[in-house]
Nanobody, 126 residues
């Protein structure tokens, strides 16, 4: 699978960005998707995930209420709407695919995801 994240940029504290991740996988609809981020000097972490059907979502506590994950299976694309951005959200953001097909629940274990692709830089200035 090939994944291409886009939509990052430089934004002021409190601003918004919408990230997109286009997947080449023809069976995109059968797999959950996750958004990860990696800040300088820190490990990559799973921050949001959605199951294949789009009816189960997961958010790490630090982004709850500010970020929204969604997917458009007709476009093989998953989105991350980020509102109320803070300086600590500065990181490279990646999308990845759940390794298990048709998982009913959303996977909250980062180790279940693969296919990172090229990330997109998000920089929030304070």
């Amino acid at each position: 699978v090939q994944l291409q994240a886009s939509g990052g940029g430089l934004v002021q504290d409190g601003g918004s960005l919408r990230l997109s991740c286009a997947a080449s996988k023809t069976t995109f609809t059968n797999y959950g998707m996750g958004w990860f981020r990696q800040a300088p000097g820190k490990e990559r972490e799973l921050i949001a995930a959605i199951n294949s059907r789009g009816n189960r979502k997961y958010y790490v506590d630090s982004v709850k209420g500010r970020f929204t994950i969604s997917r458009d299976n007709a476009k093989n694309t998953v989105y991350l709407q980020m509102n109320g951005l803070k300086a600590e959200d500065t990181a490279v953001y990646y999308c990845a695919v759940d390794s298990q097909m048709l998982r009913l629940e959303v996977s909250t274990h980062g180790g279940n995801y693969y296919g990172w692709g090229q990330g997109t830089q998000v920089t929030v200035s304070s």
